[in-house]
């Protein structure tokens, strides 16, 4: 499957941004979605992730209650609703995808996820 995500760029703290990752080349609906961030020099950092038919949704402290991570079938579409945000948020955000039933127990794990996109650049300014 291929993934193509959208939706950075530059927003001021308190500002509000909406990220797509658009899913193409397999069945959407068996895959669970992940949104990780990678900022310069830092280890790459789970932010949410979303099993199939959304039924169970999980996030990083750090944005629990900021952000949101919904999923839209029929559009092959993750989304990441980014609300409140903070300069500490900047980072290039990237969506993954897996079929791996190890999702339930280990959705923050880099290592769970088999495909990748490409990032989108978020940068929050104090």
């Known amino acids: 499957v291929q993934l193509q995500a959208s939706g950075g760029g530059l927003v001021q703290a308190g500002g509000s941004l909406r990220l797509s990752c658009v899913a193409s080349?397999?069945?959407?609906?068996?895959?669970?979605m992940g949104w990780f961030r990678q900022a310069p020099g830092k280890e790459r950092e789970f932010v949410a992730a979303v099993r199939w038919s959304a039924t169970s949704t999980y996030y990083a402290d750090s944005v629990k209650g900021r952000f949101t991570i919904s999923r839209d079938d029929a559009a092959n579409t993750v989304y990441l609703q980014m609300n409140s945000l903070k300069p500490e948020d900047t980072a290039v955000y990237l969506c993954?995808?897996?079929?791996?039933?190890?999702?339930?127990?280990?959705?923050?794990?880099?290592?769970?996820?088999?495909?990748w996109g490409q990032g989108t650049q978020v940068t929050v300014s104090s």
């Open positions: 993954a995808a897996t079929r791996s039933l190890v999702v339930v127990t280990t959705p923050s794990d880099p290592r769970t996820y088999e495909y």
């Open positions: 080349g397999g069945t959407f609906s068996s895959y669970a």
